[in-house]
Antibody, heavy 124, light 110 residues
């Protein structure tokens, strides 16, 4: 059974850095899948933030420009999100998820296992 | 403003068939496959359709997906009260070289 669990501070001060970790069990993080971060603002829809492969290769949402950084630790079976220069607009429920990706003339992805979510509030 | 356009709401009575649309363009739906997620308040989304029309194990056959051109649809037949949820479409977007979600549709079972 694949399980993912987010952890990290629930409160971040404005202009600070949001850091979350997703612990994975039941699936190797080293190969076969991408690992994604998705967030959902209060009463808003889903927003893809970025994805990372076990090799460390990343895809980031261009809307986050240079604020996002993701990493993976195969030895600990976990991956992480760092979002810098946060504002109140970054207040959201942050989900991590396992992702199947096939890139080509027709690209496909889907997120089949999700964590329960971690609420992060940006406030002073 | 989401790249993919969904109606904000949809409704139906038990037993009815409801469809939810998702409109995109030639850089996303027109070139790539679509998946759909069901989400109950305060919980993580659940994949219900992938690769346009494939159902993960455990998703009932009364939930189906289709795609034509730059639009996709999710259909739920024999509507039940526990279908009352938010539904999101998603696909790859070649323009941003990444994933995009629709704005979501709240389905109400009357």
């Amino acid at each position: 059974q694949v399980q993912l669990r987010e952890s990290g501070p629930g409160l971040v001060t404005p202009s600070g850095t949001l850091s979350l970790t997703c612990a994975v069990s039941g699936s190797p993080v080293s190969r076969g899948y991408y690992w994604a971060w998705i967030r959902q603002g209060p009463k808003k829809g889903l927003e893809w933030l970025g994805s990372i492969y076990g090799s460390g290769s990343t895809h980031y949402n261009p809307s986050l420009k240079n604020r996002i950084f993701m990493s993976v630790d195969v030895s600990k079976s976990q991956f992480s999100l760092n979002l810098t220069s946060v504002t109140a607009a970054d207040t959201a429920l942050y989900f991590c998820a396992r992702e199947h990706v096939v890139l080509g003339p027709t690209s496909t992805f889907h997120l089949d296992f999700w964590g329960q979510g971690a609420l992060v509030t940006v406030s002073s | 403003q989401s790249v993919l356009t969904q109606p904000p709401s949809a409704s139906g009575t038990p037993g009815q068939r409801v469809t939810i649309s998702c409109s995109g363009n030639n850089s996303n739906i027109g070139r790539n496959t679509v998946n759909w997620y069901q989400q109950f308040p305060g919980t993580a989304p659940k994949l219900v359709i992938y690769s346009n029309n494939q159902r993960p194990s455990g998703v009932p056959a009364r939930i189906s997906g289709s795609k034509s051109g730059t639009a996709a649809s999710l259909a739920i037949s024999a509507l039940q009260s526990d279908d009352d949820a938010d539904y999101y479409c998603a696909t790859w977007d070649n323009h941003i070289n990444g994933r995009v979600f629709g704005g979501g549709t709240t389905l109400t079972v009357l």
